[in-house]
């Protein structure tokens, strides 16, 4: 079988994921060449997971967010705004040396963020206000309160036990430690790969092309990690902590999106609200809880960010709402699981909840002859109907 | 006998506009009653809300001589009242499966979380879409992408589970070819036989006079009258839909106002 007939077999989606894989080898070649060389070097990867950690942290939020056809705008500033909250509250208002200190307000920081998100999600989904103009709004007003209570000041340092989450020395794992995590990952994403083989969901060259290509993307990653040494020493710093963060939470909910009742939902109400209400969905509370998890991951991304940065500053978070949105990829529509559209996001954030996307026949599946009087689906900016966008109202 | 189904005084206003006015009806289990009347009659507003999808502005419902409050599409699934709607409600991103179990999803707890029970719901949708279309097998397939008599399998599977008690038709007929058109007629004389209670609405006066055994017309919100299906004519059902006028075989009861009251 030649290579042609090989990428013929594979499965639209499928083929659209290695794509990207490949394309993400391509742009750091590219780099490296531009940079003379710089760009593959073990520090060079190790800032680069850290920096973009945050920004693919929100993303999985931001990706759930666009599905059921809403925005969010406010993400930068929630992340300002929770982080000057966990700033002032460590280092102002808290004895600094209580070691319950960090550990209480990192927890305020979480539970502010979700609060915001509940009101910013109540505003949109029960009151019925569009979410453009709600994040709008939260965008100015969450950073206007963080100049409020900060004064324009900014406050530093953190306590030693905050500083774990930031990925800078005391933030990584170290090199044993990073490659037995390696090495569970791997098996969990080989064995998620075979799982999907047998029931036939996957083909056997892309699980062969996906599992060689992760395998080899995980274990390069760390081996540069870990040859990134800690100064005046030859210890490896190791995985840092955010990158940890960031694949376990979007584990999490990438299972959540697969595997449980919510999942369905998130992209029913982004198909079509009206028919997902009146067959029983909760909508409301579906986009509630959305908005809701995108406030929470606000309040990680502000962790990460200001145990990072060892300070809380009035800037923190600035302009990366449209980081995130870039990051999401929706291709100037918003995904609905059709064919030619999907909501996996851009290379660097490679690690999304990857909801299962069902483009077109599966392996084996006999399709009907093409039925003539269908109406096509409208190829982009081609004649596609203008629909009123949806608004959600109480009946 | 006690109906099943009793709409008592059904009033639902937009803005100064009165959808239904003081509309009542009653369905027995194991019968079709037909409701038919123009676009903007009032047909579809009283079944919104009898499936939950609207709230009246005043009116009662009953099931079996209960009042019940039915403030949400889920409330009515609990209660056995589900609707076929004529766009049929399916979401096109999902399968077939995801179609039949969406928004009462079976679950189990692993984690102190409920997750889906896969496995369950295709066994228990396979059989039920089966039952319905014994030629359907692409479970998997976005029904987004099947043709319209599989989507129609997949929305009727959905509405007649094993607890449905009273079942709403939105035309169900209308967007079908011939022989899916015969086999909505088989489906809706085997649901009788179940004992359901059938609400179908449509503008086919022939099937509906063929399907039915009580017809009820409505125009302007009212209920113009009630009449045995067996006993009336095609021009029956015309001159209620169009001049209000009641044949002289029409029924008493609930509903049945004849056009001296109206003008009074």
Known sequence: MSWHDVLRTLDPRHKRLLALGASLVVIWVVFDLLSGGLFFSPRNFYNLAVQSSTVALLTVGMVLVIITRNIDLSVGSVLGLTGMVIAILQIEVFPAAAGWNWPLTLAIGLIAGTLIGLWQGFLVAYVGIPSFVVTLAGLLIFRGLTFEISQGQTFSPFQAGYRIFGGGQQGSLGEAASWIVGGVALVVLLGALARRLRSGEASLPFTLLGGLFASALTLFMIYQFNAYDRPRTDLGYGIPSPLLLLTLAATWIGLFVNRAPVGRHVYAVGQNLEAARLVGVPVRRVVLKVFALMGLLCAVGAVITTSRLNAGTTNLGTLLELNVIAGCRHRGRFPRRRPGLDPRGHPRCLCHPEPRHRHGPHRGEQLPPPDPHRIRPHRRGVGRPYRRPQVLRSP | ?264
């Open chain 2, 1 to 264: 006998m006690k109906p099943l189904l009793q709409i008592e005084s059904m009033t639902k206003l937009f803005g100064g506009v009165h959808a239904l006015e003081e509309v009542s009806l009653d369905l027995h289990s194991g019968e079709v009653v037909g409701v038919i009347g123009h676009n903007g009659a009032g047909k579809s507003t009283l079944m919104k809300i009898v499936s939950g999808a609207l709230r009246p502005d005043h009116g009662r419902i009953r099931i079996d001589g209960e009042t019940v409050t039915l403030d949400s599409p889920i409330r009515a699934h609990q209660l056995g009242i589900e609707m076929i709607f004529q766009d049929l409600a399916l979401l096109d991103n999902l399968n077939a499966t995801e179609n039949f179990f969406l928004g009462r999803e079976l679950t189990r707890s692993f984690l102190g979380f409920r997750w889906n029970d896969a496995q369950r719901m295709q066994t228990i949708a396979k059989e039920a879409i089966h039952n319905i279309n014994p030629h359907f097998h692409r479970f998997r397939t976005e029904v987004g992408l099947l043709s319209g008599g599989q989507r129609q399998s997949v929305a009727i599977a959905r509405a007649v589970h094993l607890d449905t008690r009273v079942l709403i038709m939105d035309e169900p007929t209308a967007a079908l070819g011939p022989e899916e058109t015969e086999m909505v007629r088989q489906l809706v004389l085997r649901l009788k036989k179940r004992a359901l209670g059938i609400f179908l609405i449509g503008h086919d006066l022939q099937d509906i006079l063929r399907l039915s055994d009580r017809i009820v017309a409505m125009r302007g919100g009212r209920v113009v009258g009630t009449v045995e299906a067996a006993r009336a004519s095609e021009d029956d059902l015309l001159g209620m839909i169009i001049s209000g006028k009641v044949p002289a075989a029409a029924l008493p009861g609930p509903g049945a106002v004849t056009l001296d009251q109206e003008k009074d």
